[in-house]
């Protein structure tokens, strides 16, 4: 877990110098996030002991806890390893690592070396069983702010006006294990642990507001269907396969979710630019004892945005952890996300239903313009783990996780999710005490009566751990609901049998489907209709195909018309089904308005031998938008005092916002790197081809593109114009800049698409 540290100038000692100092860089430039440590490392190998330095700044915003959920002692670094010696996990200091004890210098090694056997058994055992689903995650440590205006819905302690509660937050994929790409199509985990005064909430959602699956029951079958085929293991992260569309092809309660994920909801542009949803209905109460239903939502104050399709397929191979990085980067650079936390409120009727709609079906959402989200709160994430396993990979979240005010509804999805989440942990874990590790410990008193168990950290203490009892005073008491305890609301059920149906309310497959198509602007459709193109296309067998066409029309013709037609189907005729009723949301949009640049990268191309005026400033103009300014030279070091970031030979443009020419590199400079391929390819410009690449991907990609001086050259002799949308070229870099800005509050240059 990462821990408050108090004085960072004190735990890291042998820090003497500014990070620009470190770096060689003037004093008053930025240095570029991504510094793997928190001290200046020495071209030559250290012999002196010190102290171990310690976290980096961007990650000391964290108290710990003990594992009763007390505030652990003043030290700031209580359970962090510590010393200046390497030891045995027993503490004995060690002379040497490099060599098994052996019966001399070429003879066997010795049974007796305890200090291998340690080693090497310790390592053996490193790693714990992945996530079988959410697998590939990202994490960070923040606050949430309470507006306090929600004591008219619930009782719950952290929503009253002033409360700001500490919060962990893991994002993540669905089907991919963790070594896969951060790139893929797939729904993104959005998971938030509130460290509450009343005990842990787990807010445990996705970056889409709906599931595949109306009933827990069928969990396994979506899983199953959607992860590698189990012959070959074959495709990872992936669902452009067989099984996956076999699957939802005819379990059609599927359809909701799978054109979200066909949208560009399914592939982010960062996490930070992701909504979150809590997906079912919940049931809050007040403190009069009034209840109500609610769906949660996250609101970034970025905005929604996404990926191209073939941004998100190169990003896979050039940076397979794109959003982790941006993510970590985004939170050292200070550009530290938000979301607002918002509720839809619903009258707590015996049907709980809203105009037809069935709260309790987990494949459908509550239209915005229906049923406006209320905001209550503001979520920052200002930290990032210090150890991705021991925070990212350990945490644990559970549905079930509730504070009094807030509990469940008969939602028969989240009724299985209070079993798995549990159940899951036992053995990803290795037991029952997974809620004692730093990450998971809850920030209130905790009195389980819970005893031993693997991984037991907790000091219990009496000899009765049972209730009632009087050898211990009758300790710890059950509480009243004036105690602040939690209440499982009383809820009527109504009179039935035992049966493994579903309401009839549950049937509608496909209304909704067209509510999200309808509320798409063409760019948006287009990109369905190509994902479904690409996906179905991936299927080898053409039954699975056409099954899924056939869908399709059932949604809307023209959408079934495109896809069929892309991979060389019939159009299928499916008159008298669907396709009624022209609803929409245009909340279900990406597109329209504009938002803060925080944390956008701005890539600038210079000319190391034609060094531009003006580039410090530029950069540190960027800094102080809170954006990230990225240098492009053809090889490393600096350009006019600024240190190069990334070179021609290792930068792809959807590492990048948007695109600055400040120099115009020439062909020649791209001759001597034979070892990049890209630097061979015809450069219509007649400057280093690599240029022209990043130009051209930038254009099709609906990205910002500027120039000034040297740069301009390049830009026009590729084919641009100053009136093309998305091109700014003007005299200084700081016109330049003000219109690159504008754009990227847009996201994209749209009117390119329209072209």
């Not at 979506?222 to 070959?232: L, V």
């Not at 049931?283 to 104050?301: A, D, I, M, S, Y």
């Not at 105009?355 to 229906?370: F, Q, Y």
């Not at 938008?625 to 240098?631: A, D, E, L």
Request: hydrophobic fraction near 35%.
């Amino acid at each position: 877990m990462a821990h408050t540290q108090k004085n960072p100038s004190e735990a890291n000692e042998s820090k003497t110098v500014s990070e620009a100092q470190r770096q060689n860089l003037p004093s008053d430039t930025t240095p570029p996030p991504g510094r793997p440590a928190a001290g200046e490392p020495s071209v030559e190998e250290p012999t002196a002991p010190h102290p171990p330095w310690g976290a980096s700044e961007d990650q000391q915003n964290v108290s710990p806890r003990t594992p009763t959920g007390d505030v652990a002692n003043e030290d700031p670094d209580p359970i962090a390893q510590h010393g200046s010696f390497l030891t045995t996990s027993a503490g004995s200091r060690l002379q040497e690592t490099d060599h098994t004890l052996k019966a001399g210098e070429r003879g066997p090694s010795l049974l007796q070396d305890h200090h291998f056997r340690e080693k090497i058994t310790h390592f053996d055992h490193e790693r714990v069983p992945e996530r079988v689903v959410h697998a590939r995650g990202a994490g960070a440590h923040g606050y949430f702010e309470a507006y306090g205006n929600a004591a008219s819905v619930t009782r719950a302690k952290f929503l009253a006006p002033g409360r700001t509660t500490p919060v962990f937050v893991r994002f993540s994929t669905v089907l991919g294990s963790r070594g896969s790409a951060d790139s893929v199509r797939d729904t993104r985990g959005f998971a938030t642990k509130f460290y509450t005064e009343e005990g842990n909430f787990d807010l445990v959602g996705n970056n889409i507001p709906v599931f595949f699956i109306q009933d827990a029951i069928k969990f396994p079958d979506i899983i199953h269907a959607g992860k590698p085929h189990p012959d070959r293991e074959i495709p990872q992260a992936q669902s452009a396969h067989d099984t996956f569309w076999d699957f939802v092809s005819l379990h059609t309660e599927a359809q909701h979710h799978t054109m979200w994920n066909m949208s560009d909801r399914g592939i982010p542009r960062s996490y930070r630019m992701m909504e979150g949803f809590g997906i079912h209905t919940f049931r809050l109460q007040n403190e009069e004892g009034h209840t109500c239903l609610v769906k949660f939502h996250w609101k970034p104050k970025l905005g929604v945005h996404s990926l191209t399709w073939e941004e998100a397929q190169i990003v896979g191979g050039t940076d397979p952890d794109f959003h982790r990085r941006d993510l970590a980067d985004a939170i050292e650079s200070g550009a530290c996300p938000e979301w607002e936390l918002g509720i839809q409120v619903f009258e707590d009727t015996p049907e709980q239903t809203y105009e037809g709609i069935d709260l309790l079906d987990p494949t459908k959402i509550v239209p915005e313009e229906k049923v406006p989200v209320q905001l209550i709160g503001r979520m920052v994430l200002n930290a990032n783990p210090r150890n991705y396993f021991e925070e990212t990979e350990q945490v644990a979240f559970h549905p079930g996780h509730l504070p009094p005010g807030i509990d469940v509804t008969d939602d028969p999805l989240l009724q299985g999710r209070l079993f798995s989440y549990i159940d899951t942990q036992l053995t990803r874990l290795g037991g029952p005490n997974f809620n004692q590790l730093p990450i998971n410990r809850p920030h209130a008193p905790v009195n389980d009566m819970f005893r031993d168990g693997y991984g037991q950290q907790a000091g219990h203490t009496g000899v009765a751990p049972y209730t009632p009892n009087s050898l211990d005073g009758n300790n710890p008491l059950t509480a009243n609901e004036s105690d602040a305890a939690f209440t499982d609301l009383p809820v009527t059920v109504a009179e039935s049998v035992k049966t493994r149906a579903a309401p009839a309310s549950f049937d509608d497959h496909f209304s909704q489907v067209r509510l999200f198509w309808n509320s798409l602007t063409d760019v948006e459709k287009d990109h369905v209709v190509g994902a479904y193109s690409f996906e179905l296309g991936k299927c080898y067998e053409p039954a699975v195909r056409e099954r899924q066409v056939v869908n399709l029309a059932r949604v809307d013709e023209s959408l079934a018309q495109q896809v069929a037609e892309s991979l060389g189907l019939p159009v299928p005729d499916v008159r008298g089904s669907e396709q009624t009723g022209d609803d929409r949301s245009p909340a279900l949009s990406q597109l329209g308005g504009t938002w803060p640049v925080d944390g956008r990268i701005v890539g600038i191309i210079v000319d190391p031998a034609n060094p531009p005026a003006g580039l410090a400033e530029l950069h540190e103009s960027i800094v102080g938008s809170s954006m990230v300014p990225n240098i492009i030279s053809i090889h490393g070091g600096e350009v006019s005092g600024v240190p190069v970031t990334k070179t021609l030979a290792t930068v792809r443009s959807v590492e990048l916002d948007a695109l600055v020419l400040a120099g115009s590199p020439s062909r020649q400079s791209a001759e001597p790197s034979g070892q990049d391929a890209k630097s061979g390819a015809r450069a219509g410009s007649g400057f280093d081809p690599r240029v022209d690449l990043l130009l051209d991907e930038a254009w099709r990609h609906g990205k910002a593109i500027g120039a000034w001086g040297g740069g301009t050259d390049a830009i026009y002799r590729a084919g641009y114009a100053n009136d093309d949308p998305g091109i700014f070229i003007d005299d200084g870099p700081e016109q330049v800049l003000a219109g690159v800005t504008e754009a990227l509050s847009r996201h994209r240059v749209w009117d390119r698409f329209d072209l």
